[in-house]
């Protein structure tokens, strides 16, 4: 075990710094840069930017330089002095972005991924125990519309019935007057009126998807010898129920372990967009969009560096819970 522990550490930095180099690349096929989208923009109101000016705002910015020397030299930054370089778009330092929208944006994502689970794992468990009894055929209609609809359009349609029927528009984490204000009960509570919205649609397609796959995983394990022999020995049916098949049908979900850690920092976006969320998922997109690369890299690099944590720690869980996967680590 501490051998293949060692092989997947050694593997890792290779890794982040592949999948780092390739992403700071792709940003930058698009044609032109930043400064050419600023130029544009500047010559469309009727204004000039002089060759000098340009060259001295390239040479500034480090954009006259080849795109593999740009990336040595901010990722050298990162490394030595822990920084990610200066948002282009924003002219602010980029750890600065990410600091102002991590809170709002992990909060989200533990939110709904507890409440995802919760609700998952107790739906899937009853509906393969209780297979084809009333409430099954509800749930199991239920997570199909949750599979079917996408969440930004989940979204729309709630903003949509909140401002016809309430004549209340959810957009943001909180009511205007309460921005910039000191944390107070009501303050409090306005957040929460606003936090349900993001929290039940980014939760929706997770929840259909986990109880389908924990569903089918259970009833897989419920048809098996062992469980067949645990009957015959007269064990209680809500404990077989609890310590053994559903034990093995959960395996699929600790794998899943390695995307969920990076969706916390992620954020959806576009259930983001559409509910006007100061999240990461937005700035990633408007990064992009913008070829603003130290941003929208140094998003990419960090939920990089988490997804390869999530994996490793997804591994060693499988192979805590299940001796199965523990043996094979061991060979």
Wanted: proline residues 4%.
């Amino acid at each position: 075990m501490a051998g293949y522990l060692f092989r997947r550490l050694l593997a890792m930095l290779p890794t982040v710094l592949l999948i780092s180099l390739v992403s700071f690349l792709i940003i930058q096929l698009p044609p032109g840069d930043f400064l050419t989208t600023v130029v544009a923009k500047l010559q469309q109101q009727g204004q000039t930017v002089g060759s000098d000016q340009l060259a001295a705002l390239r040479q500034q910015y480090a954009l006259d330089k080849s795109p593999f020397e740009q990336y040595l030299r901010w990722m050298s930054n990162i490394v030595l002095h822990g920084d990610f370089g200066q948002s282009f778009q924003y002219n602010k330092p980029v750890s600065t972005l990410l600091a102002e929208r991590l809170p709002l944006t992990i909060g989200l994502g533990l939110a709904t991924w507890l409440i995802g689970w919760t609700v998952a794992l107790a739906a899937g468990i009853y509906s393969a125990a209780r297979r084809y009894s009333k409430l099954d055929y509800v749930i199991t209609a239920l997570t199909f519309l949750g599979l079917a609809v996408p969440g930004f359009l989940i979204a729309l349609t709630v903003v949509y019935l909140e401002f016809k029927l309430f004549g209340q528009t959810l957009s943001g984490i909180m009511s205007p007057e309460f921005e910039g204000a000191v944390w107070n009960l009501g303050k409090l509570l306005d957040v929460l009126n606003h936090l349900w919205l993001p929290v039940l649609v980014l939760a929706s397609g997770g929840i259909a998807g986990t109880i389908r796959v924990l569903r089918a995983n259970l009833l897989d394990e419920l048809h098996k010898p062992y469980v067949t022999a645990a009957r015959a020995r007269g064990l209680d049916e809500r404990k077989l129920l609890m310590r053994y098949p559903t034990r093995v049908a959960l395996n699929p979900f600790i794998a899943t372990i390695g995307w969920t850690i990076p969706a916390l920092f992620d954020g959806e976006v576009l259930v983001a967009s559409v509910l006007g969320l100061e999240t990461t998922g937005p700035l990633l997109l408007n990064a992009l969009k913008s070829q603003d690369m130290y941003l929208a890299g140094g998003i990419i690099l960090i939920a990089c560096v988490l997804t390869v944590i999530g994996t490793l720690i997804s591994d060693l869980l499988l192979a805590a819970v299940d001796a199965r996967v523990r043996i094979g680590y061991t060979r």
